[in-house]
């Protein structure tokens, strides 16, 4: 009875196993949410005398290969910037639509993408030609060919009896534009750079491929020590930045860490720090691209008036600032894109960032096409805000190059190169004195005053200067190799904002990593015995670093004169290295050698030692022994002489 149960049992599990595998392709289908990805727009149609026009689209569709309907709506333009946000959100626009195509059917379908072309008119339509793409029709009301603006746009498709949709922007022309929008996009390489580093180098090879792009690509020190470091890798981002400056409208902007403290360091004597954030960079970047950096600096974070005024200090007159850290982001007004003067800051001229469009540049959750077309659009509207403002205008974009995608970058630089409404400029030329206050902008902003821990113990300044002192005197003395730059990158990094232990944590930890390279040096403490006056002492150094090290060799006594002076320098350029120094003079029988090797500049000790010195010397003893010794070998040589026979002639 039980054989026949477990028969039983097994032929009804291979029937619902059966039953379950017929369904599941079912459910997986079912399962899937139908949805597109807009991958390309158009940014801007020209009307024709005609009143006509047109802008492509390309999409792709999932699931894949599914047949699938579309419509396009457009709506009127935009005439305030708040109303751009719900667009950007995916939210859309509640007024009433403008005009809209009829459902077409998706076909022609190339490497997974659709793409048709949207034919807009305002009396009567263009006859269409004969494509397999589609080419829908949009009645689009342009009243005396005066329909200059930017419009949203909503696109549908329809697959499986589901309707997604997305919302876009398209800017319109219909008449000569007088003064384009200035565009400063600013490409920042930050660690994350090296982190994503593969991304950083598609990226800076589209940039090589548009050298008539103006182009600003800012440098942080730590990223360019760690590009500069052996490896393939390093190789491909080394290789990938300098071809990308190899354009001369590829400008380069000094841009140290967010959070150090320029106004603590120039508060507690370190003002050549100051000069040293900002020399680092440059130093690192015409090493490895043989380019200059130019004169504005791009600061991140939110540095206070101090810092500031420390800057301009040390001779910095333009900066690039954040517009969150203005106590009014001029975004929010329309008196924007003009240099203007920081309060309290001592005369430093600043631009802002254009907070929600370097947002929007980097939100990832945004497809790459859609967020293109949002970005020129949003620009395109920002031309229209004031079309026909007396002074240039500006916008600068920050996007960091980990969070640029190939995709948008392309569809950007693209999209400036056929876009009449903006042009992409570099950040120098919109520092003009004569560009401050222009266009009804103020000629001062001020910034807000954040909580910033400036504090800073004895400790750390004493440690911070002892600190500066060793790394600026052995940086220099090596040669061929990177760990001088490691060094001054780990100091210069510690000079943070923050609480005292934080910076105090920072400070140890380059302080350790100097002393790790200073001991793989020391001296021979074996003791050295001499034959006499004149004889050469010899000295033993050793050097476990694989690279060469120049320094001094000193040598204290007052028992040993040096003809040859006691500072000989030497260049450690092997495990092991002797130094011969001649003597002339001594007093004493024993005596005790100190041999100090420093740095050529002899502010840092790289290894000491006490070695005893044993000299052979004569005494009276020793002469007597020896006029004893010629005296019995004369006495010998006489009595031999002597008994010498004679010679048989004497005979």
């Keep these: 009875m039980f054989h026949r149960f477990s028969t039983w049992w097994r032929a009804l599990s291979v029937v619902l196993l059966c039953l379950a595998t017929m369904a599941w392709p079912t459910a997986a289908r079912a399962g899937t949410t139908p949805s597109f990805t807009l991958l390309h727009q158009d940014a801007v149609a020209t009307v024709t005398a005609k009143g006509t026009s047109h802008f492509a689209l390309s999409l792709s569709t999932s699931p894949a290969?599914?047949?699938?309907?579309?419509?396009?709506?457009?709506?009127?333009?935009v005439i305030d910037r708040s109303q751009l946000a719900p667009i950007v959100a995916g939210i859309g626009t509640t007024q009433k639509p403008l005009g809209t195509t009829s459902a077409f059917t998706l076909k022609c379908e190339t490497h997974g993408q659709y793409k048709f072309t949207v034919n807009l008119y305002s009396r009567r339509p263009e006859a269409s030609r004969r494509t397999c793409a589609p080419a829908p029709r949009l009645h689009f009301p342009c009243p005396a060919l005066r329909c200059d603006g930017v419009y949203p746009i909503r696109i549908e498709v329809t697959t499986n009896a589901t309707t997604t949709m997305q919302w876009s922007l398209l800017a319109v022309q219909s008449t000569p534009v007088e003064e384009p929008l200035r565009v400063e996009l600013v490409e920042t390489m930050d660690p994350n750079a090296w982190i994503h580093a593969k991304r950083s180098i598609a990226v800076l090879h589209l940039l090589a491929r548009h050298p008539s792009s103006a182009i600003s690509l800012s440098a942080d020190y730590r990223t360019l020590d760690t590009v500069a470091q052996p490896g393939s890798l390093n190789t491909l981002f080394h290789t990938a930045l300098r071809e990308a400056f190899v354009s001369p409208l590829h400008e380069a902007v000094n841009a140290p860490?967010?959070?150090?403290?320029?106004?603590?360091?120039?508060?507690?004597?370190?003002?050549?720090e100051v000069r040293q954030q900002l020399g680092l960079s440059a130093t690192l970047l015409k090493s490895l691209t043989g380019r200059d950096t130019d004169s504005p600096v791009l600061l991140?974070?939110?540095?206070?008036?101090?810092?500031?005024?420390?800057?301009?200090?040390?001779?910095i007159r333009d900066v690039v600032l954040p517009e969150a850290d203005l106590s009014v982001a001029p975004s929010t007004t329309l008196y924007w894109g003009a240099p203007f003067h920081v309060a309290g800051a001592g005369g430093i001229t600043a631009l802002s960032t254009d907070g929600p469009l370097s947002t929007l540049f980097a939100d990832t959750s945004i497809g790459a096409g859609r967020r293109a077309a949002l970005t020129l659009g949003t620009l395109a509207f920002l031309h229209f805000e004031a079309p026909d403002a007396e002074a240039p205008r500006a916008v600068v974009i920050v996007a960091p190059i980990s969070q640029t995608s190939v995709a948008i970058l392309?569809?950007?630089?693209?999209?400036?190169?056929?876009?009449?409404?903006?042009?992409?400029?570099?950040?120098?030329?919109?520092?003009?004195?004569?560009l401050v206050a222009t266009n009804g902008a103020p000629a001062a902003r001020s910034m807000i005053n954040p909580v910033v821990h400036t504090t800073w113990t004895s400790h750390n300044i004493t440690s911070l200067s002892t600190l500066v002192v060793e790394v600026n005197s052995y940086a220099p003395a090596l040669r061929s190799t990177n760990i001088g730059n490691d060094l001054t990158v780990a100091m210069e990094a510690s000079e943070i904002t923050g609480t005292p232990s934080a910076r105090q944590s920072a400070i140890n930890a380059a302080t350790n990593a100097l002393k790790g390279q200073l001991g793989n040096f020391s001296v021979d403490p074996s003791t050295i015995t001499l034959a006499g006056s004149g004889t050469s002492i010899p000295i033993t150094l050793t050097n476990h670093a694989p690279y060469t090290v120049m320094a001094d060799v000193h040598l204290v006594t007052n028992q040993i004169t040096f003809p040859k002076g006691d500072d000989v320098p030497v260049s450690l350029n092997a495990p092991t290295k002797s130094v011969r120094v001649a003597t002339s003079s001594h007093t004493g029988s024993s005596l005790t050698l100190q041999v100090i090797v420093t740095t050529p500049n002899n502010r840092?000790?790289?290894?000491?030692?006490?070695?005893?010195?044993?000299?052979?010397?004569?005494?009276?003893?020793?002469?007597?022994?020896?006029?004893?010794?010629?005296?019995?070998?004369?006495y010998w040589w006489l009595r031999t002489v002597r008994k010498r026979p004679k010679g048989r002639h004497a005979r």
């Design 410 to 434: 392309k569809d950007v630089l693209n999209g400036f190169a056929s876009n009449p409404f903006i042009t992409l400029a570099t950040l120098t030329p919109s520092f003009a004195d004569d």
């Design 65 to 77: 290969s599914t047949p699938s309907r579309a419509r396009v709506t457009i709506y009127p333009r």
């Design 604 to 634: 840092l000790v790289l290894a000491r030692a006490a070695i005893q010195v044993r000299i052979a010397g004569t005494s009276i003893v020793g002469y007597f022994l020896t006029i004893a010794s010629l005296l019995v070998l004369a």
């Design 300 to 315: 991140n974070g939110t540095p206070s008036p101090q810092s500031l005024r420390a800057l301009k200090r040390a001779g």
């Design 257 to 272: 860490p967010a959070n150090i403290d320029f106004g603590g360091l120039a508060a507690h004597g370190f003002g050549d």
